[in-house]
């Protein structure tokens, strides 16, 4: 069974930072292109950014809003994704997914908030 | 790129629900739906523009046609009441999401 678990949110001040979580199971996590994907309140999915795998060279995208205050990383060996999110601003407070293809995980809040 | 959905649909119980995503992208790239019913994470219905994941059931369908992608429920069911989303990605891997469906069963 496809697993994806996200951890680490919280709520943070202004200026703070945060690393989000992803661990997986039941697939082949080196040969996975990864995406993050958030949700602010009662609005619809925006993309994040995303890591290709080991024999893509890891290379990453981000997306607008966000590049140069967060960056994404992996563990293959620990079947893990990250997210380290810097000098968070109110409008990042949102739910955070990982995915890859039609696999989601549950997702993580984070708050931003003095 | 961008997709583009109507906002709401609203069917009677039992009647068939079709929802359209619409986005030059989507002529040459897969759709995939998701369903994301209140308080709760995604979850994929369709992907690959047709293909159904093991669990959802039969009358979920999806079909393109030129840069129009088509959900369609058929025998709409209560529990299909849910935000639903389309979802393309460009050849680098970067996602794009339609704006979100509220689909009402009344």
């Known amino acids: 069974e496809v697993q994806l678990v996200e951890s680490g949110g919280g709520l943070v001040k202004p200026g703070g930072s945060l690393r989000l979580s992803c661990t997986v199971s039941?697939?082949?996590?080196?040969?996975?292109?990864m995406t993050w994907v958030r949700q602010a309140p009662g609005k619809g999915l925006e993309w994040v950014g995303l890591?290709?795998?080991?024999?893509?060279?890891?290379?990453?995208d981000i997306a607008t809003p966000v590049k140069g205050r967060f960056i994404i990383s992996r563990d293959d060996s620990n079947n893990t994704m990250y997210l380290d999110m810097e000098s968070l601003r109110t409008e990042d407070t949102a739910v955070y997914y990982c995915?890859?293809?039609?696999?989601w995980g549950q997702g993580t809040l984070v708050t931003v908030s003095s | 790129y961008e997709l583009t959905q109507s906002p709401s649909v609203a069917v009677s119980p039992g009647q068939t629900a079709r929802i359209t995503c619409t986005g030059d992208?989507?002529?040459?790239?897969?759709a995939f739906w998701y369903q994301q019913k209140s308080g709760q994470a995604p979850v994929a219905v369709i992907y690959?523009?047709?293909e159904r994941p093991s669990g959802i059931p039969e009358r979920f369908s999806g079909s393109t046609s030129g840069t129009t992608v088509t959900l369609t429920i058929t025998g709409v069911q209560a529990e299909d009441e849910a935000d639903y989303y389309c979802?393309?990605?460009?050849?680098?891997?970067?996602?794009?999401f339609g704006g979100g469906t509220k689909l009402t069963v009344l």
């Open positions: 995915a890859t293809g039609q696999h």
């Open positions: 039941g697939f082949s996590f080196p040969n996975a292109w």
């Open positions: 890591i290709k795998s080991r024999t893509d060279g890891k290379t990453t």
């Open positions: 992208i989507l002529s040459n790239q897969y």
């Open positions: 690959k523009g047709s």
């Open positions: 979802r393309s990605a460009d050849h680098s891997g970067i996602w794009v």
